[in-house]
Nanobody, 124 residues
Framework: QVTLVESGGGSVEAGGSLRLSCVAS?????MAWFRQAPGKEREGVAS????????WYADSVKGRFTISRDNSKNTMYLQMNSLKPEDTALYFC????????????????????WGQGTQVTVSS
């Protein structure tokens, strides 16, 4: 079992930026960011292989969000720029039991361990 703790959420105006962090008890795994807005299903935002050599992004965040990781600190990041009101959601980090991720998407069922979430609110 991997323990994951997110931080960095907050409230910003549209066009602003936030950086989320996720500290993992074991970073030698595929990790990803998901988000869930009220009344909507949890959706994959971005994922990254254990050594950072492959990343995937949802179309809705490509060009605005950047996922990265620093395994020396057991930490994964999500830099979010040009935020939009539709980015408002509870953001979760998650880890697979494998070092690799799916290349086409990030599906919640493929991830075993989850953080508690951090709220991101973007106002117009």
């Amino acid at each position: 079992q991997v323990t994951l703790v997110e931080s960095g959420g907050g409230s910003v105006e549209a066009g602003g930026s936030l950086r989320l962090s996720c500290v993992a008890s074991d970073s030698r795994r595929c990790m990803a960011w998901f988000r869930q807005a009220p009344g909507k299903e949890r959706e994959g935002v971005a994922s990254i292989y254990s050594y950072g050599d492959f990343t995937w992004y949802a179309d809705s965040v490509k060009g605005r969000f950047t996922i990265s990781r620093d395994n020396s600190k057991n930490t994964m990041y999500l830099q979010m720029n040009s935020l939009k009101p539709e980015d408002t959601a509870l953001y979760f980090c998650a880890a697979r039991i494998y070092p690799t991720c799916g290349k086409q998407s990030a599906r919640p069922g493929d991830f075993r361990d989850w953080g508690q979430g951090t709220q991101v609110t973007v106002s117009s």
